[in-house]
């Protein structure tokens, strides 16, 4: 194999995680996906059950906006395990949309 080729594999390796932890995937959650089902991350988006929001907070007597993501769970309950549904395209070029709670880094469903 050429230097070259190895280094971009690297490189797209790389930007994928990197994607991914800007949207709040680990590190080994991104690698046990990508392994799994044997392809690269093109997308996350939060779960359709899932909701941003922002709130009005004091730290040490300064106003502060924080900001969080919300989401239901089966029960219809709000809950503070983030969901999202990561865009996976496959070595046979199918795209995989896979739903992940973050907080546990559990896997919970696959829609091809």
């Not at 997308?43 to 919300?70: D, F, R």
């Amino acid at each position: 194999m050429s230097k070259f080729f190895i280094i971009l594999v690297i490189m797209m390796f790389y930007a994928t995680n990197v994607n991914a932890q800007n949207i709040a995937l680990s590190p080994s959650l991104t690698t046990k996906i990508q392994r799994q089902f044997h392809g690269r991350i093109i997308g996350v988006n939060p779960h359709k059950t899932c909701t941003n929001y922002t709130q009005n907070i004091t730290i040490g007597g300064k106003k502060e906006q924080a900001q969080g993501l919300s989401c239901k769970d089966a029960n219809g309950q709000w809950t503070r395990d983030h969901l999202y549904d990561v865009q996976l395209l496959q070595q046979n070029q199918s795209v995989v949309i896979i739903t992940v709670n973050a907080s546990s880094e559990t896997i919970l469903n696959v829609a091809e």
